[in-house]
Nanobody, 123 residues
Framework: QVQLVESGGGLVQAGGSLRLSCAAS????????MGWFRQAPGKEREFVAA????????YYADFVKGRFTISRDNAKNTVYLQMNSLKPEDTAVYYC????????????????WGQGTQVTVSS
């Protein structure tokens, strides 16, 4: 069992930065690949980034490549999402999630989700 709590969201102007954190509880955190998804009003939840359990491999949606960086600290049971050069279209609720197997890009392949943190980017 893994419990996830996101933090770090907020209101920022276009071009600004935010760092999201996801604190996990549960002894098995380090064995999971972890992902970040987002969901804007009226839209489906979409993949943003993922990181393997040791952090050796990272994966990004095309629309965040070069702007966002996912990382993890297994000693602190925490996953991060550094978001730079934010755009108004990045406005969404961002969710941290633990991967259970299969494609990293599909929400149904994740079995633990946080409550989400709101990111709003003003133009």
């Amino acid at each position: 069992q893994v419990q996830l709590v996101e933090s770090g969201g907020g209101l920022v102007q276009a071009g600004g930065s935010l760092r999201l954190s996801c604190a996990a509880s549960g002894r098995t955190f380090s064995s999971y690949a972890m992902g970040w998804f987002r969901q804007a009003p009226g839209k489906e939840r979409e993949f943003v980034a993922a990181i393997t359990w040791r952090g050796g491999n990272t994966y990004y949606a095309d629309f965040v490549k070069g702007r966002f960086t996912i990382s993890r600290d297994n000693a602190k049971n925490t996953v991060y999402l550094q978001m730079n050069s934010l755009k108004p279209e990045d406005t969404a609720v961002y969710y941290c999630t633990a991967h259970r197997g299969g494609s990293l890009y599909i929400p149904r392949n994740y079995n633990y989700w946080g409550q989400g943190t709101q990111v709003t980017v003003s133009s």
